[in-house]
């Protein structure tokens, strides 16, 4: 609903400069939209789960968030350019968005856990740190796509005629630019990643974040004499329903992307495509969720976790300065 409408202004607008429609239709049609919404997933959902507990969280969250976009994105690429352009995809494009999630996850990570506390809002990073979440990913996103959109632009403002020599070079440079990129994404990204592991390492063994009480351990299951450990009736039957009701949600959550595609396609179609999606759609997608949540429910319930970091500033016992 962003990049539409911006892509087709800056065609409009930069039409007769390939180069230039190339590199802006890279920052303004899809790193900037893309890296805000895929922060915005992080701070506005992620960052209230009780699970998002521990500064290595930022980049688990960030990443998976990153990657949701890219599955979604993919299917458009595929339904547009066929299966090919997947697997060249799997290799360059969906890696880099990974990357730009990491990075972006350790910035975060930074601001929310500068001092270990979670629930502590003053010892939080300052927005500097937030800015820099969102820069530099949107930066190294615009440089990878910059300099392939602005040789798709120059090569379909020729496709009447060859390319000339310095046309080539062009097309040349840029791929080595890409390609410098994406390596020094790879680099940024898991450098990062690992001094923040390293880090939290540290700070935990070092106990400045410690919770005062530690969960008492959970009892041993029972082991049948000559036999293995083995599950209770009953989680068996509730993972049986996760999976069930996973399946069943996830394949009406594809067949009404599939219509949404095909609603965008052939617009003249709607009224009969929406009565067809919601008769393939509602049904799976409710029986689904609802397996789901009671498989959920049913699962035993154990002790859970007390993360270092999830405990208030009063419940700390800090040791380093």
């Known amino acids: ?12 607008l930069m039409a007769d400069s390939p180069l230039a429609l190339g590199f802006a239709d890279a920052f303004f049609g899809a790193a900037l939209p893309e890296e805000f919404f895929k922060m915005g997933v992080v701070l506005l959902y992620c960052l209230r789960l009780d699970a998002f507990d521990e500064p290595m969280d930022g980049v688990i969250y960030s990443v998976v968030a990153a990657l949701g976009f890219a599955t979604l994105e993919n299917v458009f690429y595929v339904m547009q350019y066929g299966l090919g352009n997947a697997l060249m995809r799997a290799v360059s494009a969906v890696p880099m968005h990974a990357l ?25 990073g300052g ?13 190294l996103h615009g440089l990878y796509d910059g300099p392939l959109l602005a040789v798709k632009h120059m090569v379909a403002a020729n496709s009447s005629k060859p390319l000339t020599e310095s046309q080539s070079l062009v097309v040349l440079f840029g791929i080595g630019v890409v390609l410098v990129v994406f390596v020094g994404e790879v680099i940024l990204g898991l450098m990062l990643v690992a001094r923040l592991r390293k880090e939290q390492r540290a700070l935990i063994a070092s106990g400045a974040y410690r919770p005062v009480a530690t ?7 029972p082991s049948p004499s000559g036999m293995g450990t083995t599950a209770p009736a009953g989680t068996a039957v509730s993972w049986t329903m996760i999976a069930v009701g996973f399946l069943l949600a996830s394949a009406a959550g594809m067949i009404a992307l599939g219509i949404g595609v095909e609603l965008a396609v052939r617009p003249e179609e709607t009224r009969e495509l929406l009565i067809g999606g919601a008769v393939l759609v509602l049904p799976p997608l ?7 949540i009671l498989g959920l429910r049913k699962l035993p319930q154990t002790t859970p976790r007390i993360s270092p970091f999830v405990a208030s500033s009063k419940e700390l016992t800090p040791t380093l300065p």
Do not use: Q
């Open 215 to 221: 969960p008492p351990p959970l009892p041993a299951p």
């Open 100 to 124: 730009c999630g990491a990075i972006m996850g350790y910035f975060i990570a930074r601001w929310r856990f500068p001092a270990g506390a979670k629930d502590n809002p003053a010892s939080r």
């Open 127 to 139: 927005t500097g740190t937030l800015v820099l979440a969102f820069a530099i990913p949107a930066m």
């Open 1 to 12: 609903m962003v990049e539409i409408p911006v892509g087709n202004l800056l065609h409009t």
């Open 286 to 292: 409710a029986v689904g969720l609802l397996l789901f």
